[in-house]
């Protein structure tokens, strides 16, 4: 067998995958970023003492409406307490769509 026939399909192989690759990042938000985004947000009611999200991605439907979204919670001190907020954010854009206190 020639080399030529495994250099050729390896790699088209290759700039397939990091095309496609390149694509489904574009898609969604990194979890970072997206908790990144929240933060922002919820530093204007007061400071930040604590944050998580969860790196997988989950499907929540809001108003008859499926989303996939980032799950995660900001504790916050607000009038000498803290106040533990959870929150779904949109992985597309990062919108808050829900939050539970």
């Not at 399909?9 to 574009?26: F, L, M, N």
């Not at 947000?41 to 003492?49: C, L, R």
């Not at 999200?53 to 995660?72: F, S």
């Amino acid at each position: 067998m020639k080399w030529y026939k495994l250099i050729a399909p390896a790699a088209i192989g290759i700039t397939v995958g990091s095309i496609i690759g390149k694509k489904v990042k574009q898609q969604w938000l990194f979890p970072e970023i997206a908790l990144k985004k929240v933060k922002k947000q919820f530093e204007e009611k007061g400071p930040i003492t604590g944050s998580w999200i969860l790196m997988k991605l989950e499907e929540i439907e809001i108003r008859q409406e499926t989303y996939k979204v980032y799950r995660g919670g900001i504790t916050q001190e607000i009038n000498g307490q803290n106040i533990q907020t959870n929150f779904y954010i949109d992985a597309s854009n990062g919108e808050i769509l829900k939050t539970e206190s």
